[in-house]
């Protein structure tokens, strides 16, 4: 099993417009490219912006469709996680996922 992360595309357009791009997730598809070895140790999704997000409600149910995601795989604890109530499964999100990178996969942090 491995840490299963998902990104949204850019590009996109909603009722406010666009096209858009997610903020948290360009920070995080900053970290990946800083640290190309996670691309090899992470599960990596890009899904289109319109919800529902089939993918991400399988892991996390239907109540936590934001991205970025990180749905943890339950081999390294992380008492900051939260756990779904309709999978089970334990996750972050948007820059909550950058600490545990940096525990789990020896990456950098972001400087205070």
């Known amino acids: 099993m491995t840490d299963h992360l998902l990104l949204l595309n850019p590009d996109w357009y909603d009722d406010q417009g666009g096209p858009w791009f997610c903020p948290a997730g360009s920070v995080i598809e900053g970290v990946l490219a800083f640290y190309p070895k996670l691309k090899d140790r992470l599960q990596i999704t890009r ?12 892991l996390v149910g239907e109540e936590h469709q934001s991205c970025p995601i990180l749905v943890l795989d339950g081999q390294f604890d992380w008492p900051a996680a939260e756990t779904s109530a309709a999978t089970g499964r334990r996750f972050l999100q948007d820059e909550a996922i950058i600490p545990y990178l940096a525990a789990r996969y020896g990456i950098g942090l972001p400087h205070p």
């Open 47 to 58: 899904l289109d912006h319109p919800r529902p997000r089939p993918a991400v409600i399988d």
